[in-house]
């Protein structure tokens, strides 16, 4: 972006106000390029005499140097540090003022550092940083690379000033630390939905071992059915009198099989099924969950996360669900918001099986609504022996926790609040007592 040009025979200043030439970095990215930024066009004649220049640096707080030009050839570089420098010196208004500027060229050459102007920013300024010390204020020349064809309608060459280098690396710098923050926060909310899920482990193989072995031992049953059955095909389609095939029929007990076998495929059907339930709940769960926010069910959401929970409730713990509505949805990710479901109901289900004081009737409590302004309202709750009072503030913190480490990585509800507040624009609150258990209420927006 070009923010001052000046005609390379005059010396007039630019009409541009001072306050409008601050840059605004907001359109940056990570691989913003010297064009990105605010560049200098200032040439000025070589003849153009010194005091002319100090005007024209007066009128232009900002411009950090100019280009000096003779017959559309580049002369050399003066920045404003060196030409000020020069003139402070004894003698040096008398000696420069009506003098042509390439004469103050002589004393005031500094070298020049020259990039193309699509060099990134990030490597321009380790570049500038990397020059002597007393070059290290000099401006930046950027070479447009423009043709004879293009020169003959501006310039080739550009000043970008370091401090607005430095600045503009220092705004990549806060780009790079953000991306690495959502980053590091995704890569967090996957490692701990996997380790979730390696906790559950245990009881999700028992849950898919159930079905297979209901199929592996109905599969030894339909083989012999089968069989009985093609000799009994293979005896009429061979024309056996009627006798020999009643006698087969008896043998391969005919009347049982018509009954039997409607209920073994039943069977099958049914532990295929939830097999395929159990499966479609761990893809489902272990999700990424980036890209396009999707409506989704919060009940088969819920559900989906009891199922892969479903053995530790068989452990004396009663579930109860209050369920409201037919379909409540919300939008989102699916498979985060699983996420934050399986982990408080498991903290529900550790308050009750690992209490030091056991309750009667252990008991985990779900229950979902709709309020008025259409957000999912999700209630979890357990009978157990509430959340202390001296670790209340602290457990929405990063690696606080009270479980061992077998049990627990401190991650677990650092990662549900960012789930339901940052990443789903929710609200996580909880309310505790020792006299009736912990209950966690999710509210999520929900599908207008």
Known sequence: ?????????????????????QPSLEHLTLNS??????????????SLRGA?????????????????????????????????????????VDLFSQRPIEDL???????????????????AARTSLARPPKSLYEPIVVDSGATQTDRDRG????????????????????LTKQLLEQQTKAHAIQTEKMASLGRSIAGIAHEIRNPVNCIHGNMQFLETYLSGLNELIDAYG??????????????????????????????????????????????????????????????????????????????GVTLEKQYGGLSLESIGYSGQIGQVFLNLISNALD?????????PNPTVTIATEQADDGSIIVKIRDNGPGIPEN???????????????????????????????????????????????????VRLPGVS
């Open 1 to 21: 972006m070009v923010l001052s040009s000046l005609p390379s025979s005059q010396s007039e200043a630019s009409t541009i106000e001072p306050e409008n030439w």
């Open 33 to 46: 390029t010297l064009a990105d930024l605010s560049l200098f066009d200032c040439s000025v004649a070589a």
């Open 52 to 92: 002319e220049l100090c005007i024209l640096f007066d009128q232009m707080p900002l411009l950090p140097g100019a280009v000096l030009m003779r017959d559309r050839e580049t002369v050399g570089i003066i920045s404003r540090r060196s030409f000020f420098k020069q003139m402070s010196k004894q003698y040096g």
């Open 105 to 123: 060229l002589d004393y005031a050459r500094a070298p020049m550092l020259v990039l193309p102007i699509e060099a990134s920013i990030v490597s």
């Open 155 to 174: 310039n080739r060459y550009y000043l970008v000033d370091v401090h607005q280098l430095l600045i503009a690396q220092s705004r990549i710098h806060e």
């Open 238 to 315: 061979q024309g056996d009198d009627a006798e020999t095939i009643e006698d087969l029929k008896a043998d391969i007990e005919f009347d049982f099989l018509r009954e039997d076998l409607p209920s073994i495929l039943q069977t099958l059907k049914v532990s295929s099924g939830r097999m395929r339930d159990i499966v479609e709940s761990l893809r489902s769960f272990a999700r990424v969950g980036t890209g396009k926010r999707q409506p989704f069910n919060i009940h088969t959401c819920l559900d989906s996360s009891l199922l892969i929970l479903n053995s530790r409730f068989k452990a």
């Open 351 to 359: 308050a009750l099986c690992y209490s030091d004081s056991p309750r």
């Open 391 to 441: 670790i209340r503030a602290r457990i929405f913190e990063d690696f606080f926790t009270t479980k061992s480490e077998e049990i627990g990585t401190g991650m677990g509800l650092a990662i549900v609040h960012q789930i339901v507040t940052e990443n789903h624009g929710g609200r996580i609150t909880f309310r505790t007592d020792a006299a009736w258990g912990t209950e966690f209420e």
